[in-house]
């Protein structure tokens, strides 16, 4: 027998650990499943693509107390948009999209909660600093007073394995540390953003503080 997406959540619920933000990923998901999974206690919806979750947000109105986390990559003229509708903002890959979404941010008089891109290891199929990059960057990060950067974001290259993606998540967490010893004023890392379906129950162990996790809960998308 199939399990609802009910029981699908409830059993996620039941491997995180009290304070771990589940983010139901909902790229390619209808409304209507969405619908279920805010019934089943959801608040929390990550989109990859601005134009589908702007046809969404129209069609939950009803809804109004959704968190909605842009989790995919955000080209710099899309920003404006990305700012209107989403509260979260976990994938600011580089010092100058964090740069525009503070002038645009300050422009529409938002506080964005944002979270910083990472790299830990090479990989070119994925966006982000790698780790000199981004203590490089913080000086000019910490200066981006209208964004709340509240932590660092992952996606691990394929192809790890679990020992292998587990030591990425640790390293994450080992970042997160470093930055917080350096006493930047706007940069609160609080947040882990790392783990997704194949690979939430090792971000967990790491210390992750959310995870997006969508083919579990909904099954395979839409094309």
Same mark, same amino acid.
């Given at each position: 027998?199939?399990?609802?997406?009910?029981?699908?959540?409830?059993?996620?619920?039941?491997?995180?650990?009290?304070?771990?933000?589940?983010?139901?990923?909902?790229?390619?998901?209808?409304?209507?499943?969405?619908?279920?999974?805010?019934?089943?206690?959801?608040?929390?919806?990550?989109?990859?693509?601005?134009?589908?979750?702007?046809?969404?947000?129209?069609?939950?109105?009803?809804?109004?107390?959704?968190?909605?986390?842009?989790?995919?990559?955000?080209?710099?003229?899309?920003?404006?948009?990305?700012?209107?509708?989403?509260?979260?903002?976990?994938?600011?890959?580089?010092?100058? =999209?964090?740069? $525009?979404?503070?002038?645009?941010?300050?422009? &529409?008089? %938002?506080?964005?909660?944002?979270? @910083?891109? +990472?790299?830990?290891?090479?990989?070119?199929?994925?966006?982000?600093?790698?780790?000199?990059?981004?203590?490089?960057?913080?000086?000019?990060?910490?200066?981006?007073?209208? =964004?709340?950067? $509240?932590?660092?974001?992952?996606?691990?290259? &394929?192809? %790890?394995?679990?020992?292998?993606? @587990?030591? +990425?998540?640790?390293?994450?967490?080992?970042?997160?540390?470093?930055?917080?010893?350096?006493?930047?004023?706007?940069?609160?890392?609080?947040?882990?953003?790392?783990?997704?379906?194949?690979?939430?129950?090792?971000?967990?162990?790491?210390?992750?503080?959310?995870?997006?996790?969508?083919?579990?809960?909904?099954?395979?998308?839409?094309?």
């Amino acid at each position: 027998m199939t399990s609802s997406i009910a029981e699908k959540i409830a059993n996620i619920r039941q491997e995180l650990p009290a304070g771990v933000r589940l983010i139901a990923v909902t790229k390619g998901v209808s409304v209507d499943a969405m619908g279920e999974a805010y019934a089943a206690g959801v608040r929390d919806f990550g989109e990859s693509q601005i134009q589908e979750a702007a046809v969404k947000q129209a069609r939950l109105l009803d809804l109004p107390d959704i968190n909605w986390h842009l989790i995919g990559h955000l080209q710099s003229n899309k920003v404006k948009k990305a700012l209107e509708i989403f509260q979260w903002i976990h994938s600011c890959d580089s010092l100058s =999209l964090a740069q $525009r979404l503070n002038r645009v941010a300050s422009e &529409l008089s %938002l506080k964005p909660q944002v979270c @910083l891109q +990472v790299k830990i290891l090479p990989d070119p199929n994925k966006y982000g600093w790698t780790i000199p990059e981004l203590l490089a960057d913080l000086p000019g990060l910490d200066r981006c007073d209208m =964004l709340q950067i $509240r932590g660092l974001m992952t996606i691990l290259p &394929l192809g %790890l394995s679990e020992a292998e993606s @587990l030591t +990425v998540f640790e390293r994450t967490r080992t970042l997160s540390l470093q930055i917080q010893e350096q006493n930047c004023s706007n940069l609160k890392m609080q947040e882990l953003s790392m783990g997704m379906s194949g690979d939430y129950h090792l971000a967990v162990r790491a210390g992750a503080t959310m995870v997006r996790v969508g083919h579990v809960i909904f099954g395979d998308r839409s094309p």
